[in-house]
T-cell receptor
């Protein structure tokens, strides 16, 4: 079945860029998503990318999609303490359901 | 103006009890979900309802029974609670628009079974 994989932790220094990576298996995915979960809260949609795009930029966030390698990344420029959270990658399957990664916990070092 | 709300936020109970968690969305969405997030933060879908009809029922013990009285509500009833049911339960809703399925999550209900 479809699968989405992410590494579980990423540690970066405040002010540096964070790059969170994700791989997926369903080549027919049309939309891929990044959700953010802050401590004690629910998930919030951060951004998404349509499969006919290679890149999407939104302020400090850059999403890169490599369809050939089925690789998605989220870059956060100038990482701040408020970016500490768990970031979930998800792909939409053919039944419009979301297949979720395990989440990457972003740890910010001062 | 909460979009997806859940009650209660915290639930502490003894093994063997029966409990319910309520969820309401005011977004006018057709589809609602229940997810379980364990202590390692893995997110697992349990149920999905579309217009009050069950469309996804993952491998979940039949002690868990969802009920959707109308499109805006999806409640979760759990019988004979077990220690392993301790987790955070999230309700979500979505509407497919232009092929996108953006899910909106509630704040979660932290269930602790003693």
């Amino acid at each position: 079945g479809e699968d989405v994989e992410q590494s579980l932790f990423l540690s970066v220094r405040e002010g540096d860029s964070s790059v969170i990576n994700c791989t997926y298996t369903d080549s027919s995915s049309t939309y891929l998503y990044w959700y953010k979960q802050e401590p004690g809260a629910g998930l919030q949609l951060l951004t998404y990318i349509f499969s006919n795009m290679d890149m999407k930029q939104d302020q400090r966030l850059t999403v890169l999609l490599n369809k050939k390698d089925k690789h998605l990344s989220l870059r956060i420029a100038d990482t701040q303490t408020g970016d500490s959270a768990i970031y979930f990658c998800a792909e939409k399957d053919s039944n419009y359901q979301l297949i979720w990664g395990a989440g990457t916990k972003l740890i910010i070092k001062p | 103006d909460t979009a997806v709300s859940q009650t209660p936020k915290y639930l502490v109970t003894q093994m063997g009890n029966d409990k319910s968690i309520k969820c309401e969305q005011n977004l006018g969405h057709d589809t609602m979900y229940w997810y379980k997030q364990d202590s390692k933060k893995f997110l697992k879908i349990m149920f999905s309802y579309n217009n009050k009809e069950l469309i996804i029922n993952e491998t979940v013990p039949n002690r868990f029974s969802p009920k959707s009285p109308d499109k805006a509500h999806l409640n979760l009833h759990i019988n004979s609670l077990e220690l392993g049911d301790s987790a955070v339960y999230f309700c979500a809703s979505s509407q497919v628009l232009e092929g996108r399925n953006e899910q909106f999550f509630g704040p979660g209900t932290r269930l602790t079974v003693l």
